[in-house]
């Protein structure tokens, strides 16, 4: 192993899957391309949270996409944490932003967005878009164009 993977606690080792929402399970590893932009696609199809009124489980699949900076997120880490939601209660409004933001404050990228594809349940599915771009650069911009863009 190199000394970058010697930091990495989850890669290589066995699972311990939280049973909570567990945010200081994710990792990052450093981007060896930095003087690049370039998107990098994360796709969780099988993400499971709870209903935070009925309890009953909601599915969806999560994707995420990044221009990293410095840091980007390991990808076992990050299946760990997602994981997590599956005893949690939230909308599935509120588990995209808390992902969003999460991945916000742990990588500080360029620009992310997180999409939530879930399931219907009562004939109605629910597909929320959250986006950030670094503020005071062309990434903000990017934010917003992909936000008034944004179609499903």
């Given at each position: 192993?190199?000394?970058?993977?010697?930091?990495?606690?989850?890669?290589?080792?066995?699972?311990?899957?939280?049973?909570?929402?567990?945010?200081?399970?994710?990792?990052?590893?450093?981007?060896?391309?930095?003087?690049?932009?370039?998107?990098?696609?994360?796709?969780?199809?099988?993400?499971?949270?709870?209903?935070?009124?009925?309890?009953?489980?909601?599915?969806?699949e999560?994707?995420?996409?990044?221009?990293?900076?410095?840091?980007?997120?390991?990808?076992?880490s990050?299946?760990?944490?997602?994981?997590?939601?599956?005893?949690?209660?939230?909308?599935?409004?509120?588990?995209?932003?808390?992902?969003?933001?999460?991945?916000?404050?742990?990588?500080?990228?360029?620009?992310?967005?997180?999409?939530?594809?879930?399931?219907?349940?009562g004939?109605?599915?629910i597909?929320?878009?959250?986006?950030?771009?670094?503020?005071?650069?062309?990434?903000?911009?990017?934010?917003?164009?992909?936000?008034?863009?944004?179609?499903?």
């Open positions: 192993m190199n000394r970058e993977q010697d930091n990495l606690q989850a890669l290589g080792h066995k699972s311990n899957i939280p049973d909570t929402y567990a945010p200081e399970v994710l990792e990052t590893f450093e981007n060896r391309h930095p003087e690049r932009d370039y998107w990098v696609q994360l796709n969780c199809p099988e993400f499971t949270t709870l209903c935070p009124i009925t309890g009953q489980p909601d599915f969806a999560i994707k995420i996409l990044y221009i990293p900076d410095v840091q980007m997120v390991e990808s076992k990050l299946k760990l944490y997602l994981f997590s939601f599956r005893n949690h209660g939230d909308f599935h409004e509120d588990c995209v932003n808390i992902i969003m933001n999460d991945l916000v404050k742990l990588m500080d990228p360029r620009y992310i967005e997180v999409v939530g594809l879930f399931v219907p349940r004939g109605i599915s597909h929320p878009f959250a986006n950030y771009g670094r503020p005071g650069t062309k990434y903000e911009a990017l934010a917003e164009h992909r936000m008034t863009n944004y179609k499903l």
